[in-house]
């Protein structure tokens, strides 16, 4: 398809990074090389008898939980990126490479450099992208926290922040790890208090849902930590501009925010090469099968992760857990067997209330969300699991699943 769309033949075979590979085994390339893509690549290294190849456009795997303490000046820039070739287990091939088109009729993925490379079975795990042209005046107006650079930038500006009105407001939804935000309020005002600006603040929150956010029971468990620390909640105010002139915040409903410093979750969507090779929905997701993982309509092809549409939130502990689903279903295909798992729709993430605190939010399809009250320890869990991070998740090797032998379950969505 792609080929005669270009008009002139790409070469083929990518070389990247020299690897061992076992020959005349099925191939199977990844696309992303984030939580989801890492685990599946390691999984399927690990069990033997595949050629993987994994493409990324991005050489070094990224820790993005831990963007969100960047701001606070609490965590080392280094410490939440490793390059793929050590997150990988020796047996994966590298294409550091944008992956741009496909063509599964023939088996085919067309890279950046013009360069294909083939496959029995596809996996697609490029994660989300953020297009702040959704929100205008959102470039130059406001600051986030979802990378590490715009995380750096929003530390320097913390760092002269004299006093004023400081609001933090959601765009579109979905986006990942939907707690993200109301932790970040927690420990934004932890941090000014630190620098002794108490009373001289004031800490805004908008969010287009009715209520807190878009689960009940994570609205029970946030509202009153929020409420204690006096933050104002604006509900159903859909962001849609930034004036910065007049340094106000305005909602399609109508409404107006003033503030001194803005800090907005940048809008997402799927990413380019999702929406160009048109595997998205009209937002750039991929239609994924809930519980098979497989991508709607294309038997070779698996999705996971962020790029998804599936009714979970977007977060790498669920990345995780579909990696398990996927490697184990694939080694079972590529032996002749039907795919024996199902993803069990598990989310888990500890999440920070400030003060040295925290909560948790774990549910599948069958459970909703019951966050415990905050306690020191959940922190404490929180702060191992980040500093275990590398040993535990990129290598698939957490003692904790996400999967269950195949039965047919009712379909629920909780975000
Ligand atoms: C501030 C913040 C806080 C968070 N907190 C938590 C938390 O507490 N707990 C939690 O579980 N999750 C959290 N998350 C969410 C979590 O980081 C993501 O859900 C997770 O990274 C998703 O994994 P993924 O593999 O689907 O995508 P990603 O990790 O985003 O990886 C996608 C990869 O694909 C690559 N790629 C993109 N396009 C292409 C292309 N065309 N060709 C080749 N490669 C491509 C990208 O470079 C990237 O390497 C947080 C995220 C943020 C931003």
Same mark, same amino acid.
């Given at each position: 398809m792609f080929l005669a769309m270009r008009g002139e033949a790409p070469q083929v075979a990518s070389e990247g990074t020299p690897r061992a590979v076992s020959r005349g085994a099925p191939r199977v390339v990844v696309v992303g090389g984030g939580i989801g893509g890492v685990a599946v690549a390691n999984g399927l290294a690990r069990r033997g008898g595949f050629q993987v190849t994994l493409v990324s456009d991005n050489p070094y795997h990224v820790y993005q939980p831990g963007f969100l303490t960047v701001p606070f000046g609490q965590v080392k820039p280094d410490s939440l990126t490793r390059s793929l070739d050590r997150a990988l287990h020796r047996e994966v091939r590298v294409l550091p490479v944008a992956a741009v088109d496909l063509d599964p009729e023939s088996g085919v993925v067309l890279l950046k450099d013009r360069t294909t490379v083939a496959y029995d079975w596809l996996v697609l795990a490029p994660g989300a992208a953020y297009d702040l042209s959704l929100v205008k005046g959102f470039e130059g107006g406001a600051h986030h926290f979802y990378s590490l650079e715009a995380g750096l930038e929003l530390m320097s500006a913390l760092r002269s922040f004299s006093g004023g009105d400081v609001v933090l407001g959601l765009t579109? %939804? =979905?986006?990942?790890? =939907? %707690?993200a935000p109301l932790q970040f309020v927690a420990l934004l005002d932890d941090f000014l208090r630190r620098r002794r600006l108490g009373g001289r603040y004031r800490l805004h929150f908008l969010t287009p849902y009715p209520q807190l956010l878009g689960n009940k029971s994570v609205c029970e468990a946030y509202v009153p930590v929020l409420a204690r620390r006096g933050v104002e909640i604006r509900t159903g105010f859909t962001v849609e501009a930034v004036d910065r002139r007049r340094r106000r915040v305005i909602a399609q409903e109508g409404d107006e925010c003033p503030y001194d410093l803005l800090i907005l979750v940048p809008p997402h969507r799927g990413t380019k090469f999702v929406r160009e090779a048109g595997l998205g929905d009209r937002n750039g997701w991929i239609p994924t099968e809930r519980d098979t993982l497989k991508v709607v309509g294309k038997p070779h092809l698996y999705a996971l992760g962020d790029a998804t549409d599936l009714p979970v939130s977007k977060t790498g502990a669920s990345a995780h857990f579909q990696a398990e689903v996927v490697a184990r279903n694939l080694a079972a295909e590529a032996a002749g067997a039907a795919p024996p798992y199902e993803y069990s729709g598990r989310v888990l993430c500890l999440s920070e209330v400030g003060g040295g605190r925290a909560t948790m939010v774990s549910y599948d399809y069958d459970w909703p969300p019951m966050p415990p009250p905050p306690h020191r320890v959940l922190h404490l869990a929180r702060s191992l699991l980040d500093a275990a991070y590398w040993r535990l998740i990129p290598t698939g090797l957490s003692p904790l699943h996400g999967l269950k032998r195949r039965r047919k379950v009712a379909g629920r969505s909780w975000w």
């Open positions: 579109t %939804v =979905p986006f990942k790890c =939907p %707690v």
